[in-house]
């Protein structure tokens, strides 16, 4: 069983670009949220798809931007790139009903470099 | 402002013994604790949860305890071993209304288990 797949996983763009990163969901999830982790910090909360719609955003401009999917697969696209964006992203995909009692599935992660 | 705040980067413990991480919170919202472990190049791994109604989960080596009146949770490993050598999340999450919770994670405590 397939868990939650990220793509690309590594990418560097130059400052000012915009990019677009994808994520499917763990077979049965159909709820994604999106993270970024800085080097040496925890992942910090972007915001989250249920139904195709964003449910909940986290601390972030609007630079910052997603879309769900009938198959409940996910977009995280990120425009005028700056340098400070560079880090990790990952998507946590979850059953709605069952958010907490087994956690978030993670996928591995999209490492950005802004340069 | 870090909601959940996990003061020590990082941990060394003989193996056989056993491991304590700690994680203190401000928010009194709080509803629902996880524990998170993350190896390089993969994303987060669930660990075991603990629901703010209880003061104490046990999942195999794994027990988290939660004292809400110091607003501190502390993830037990015992015994630890080699394999056990991550970093890990603690995570706490709130309703944020619509039917959905965010998750807040500190920024993690870098566990060595020495053979």
């Known amino acids: 069983d397939a868990g939650v797949t990220q793509s690309p996983t590594h990418l560097i763009k130059t400052r000012g670009q915009q990019v677009t990163l994808r994520c499917s969901p763990k077979s049965g999830h159909d709820t994604v949220s999106w993270y970024q982790q800085a080097l040496g910090q925890g992942p910090q909360f972007i915001f989250q798809y249920y139904e195709e719609e964003e449910r909940q955003r986290g601390n972030f401009p609007d630079r910052f931007s997603g879309h769900q999917f009938p198959n409940y697969s996910s977009e995280l696209n990120v425009n005028a790139l700056l340098l400070g964006d560079s880090a990790l992203y990952l998507c946590a995909s979850n059953l709605r009903d069952r958010e907490m009692a087994g956690g978030y599935t993670f996928g591995s992660g999209t490492r950005l470099t802004v340069v | 402002d870090q909601q959940v705040k996990q003061n020590s980067p990082s941990l060394s413990v003989q193996e056989g013994r056993i491991s304590i991480l700690n994680c203190d919170y401000t928010?009194?919202?709080?509803?629902?604790f996880l524990w998170y472990k993350k190896y390089p190049a993969e994303g987060p791994t669930f660990l075991i949860s603990i629901s703010s109604i209880k003061d104490k989960n046990e999942d195999g080596r794994f027990t988290v305890f939660l004292n809400k009146s110091a607003k501190h949770l502390s993830l037990h490993i015992v015994p630890s071993q080699p394999g056990d050598s991550a970093v890990y999340f603690c995570?706490?999450?709130?309703?944020?209304?619509?039917?959905?919770?965010?998750?807040?994670f500190g920024k993690g405590t870098k566990l060595s288990v020495i053979p």
């Open positions: 928010n009194s919202m709080f509803d629902y």
């Open positions: 995570a706490a999450s709130a309703y944020s209304g619509a039917g959905s919770y965010q998750l807040t």
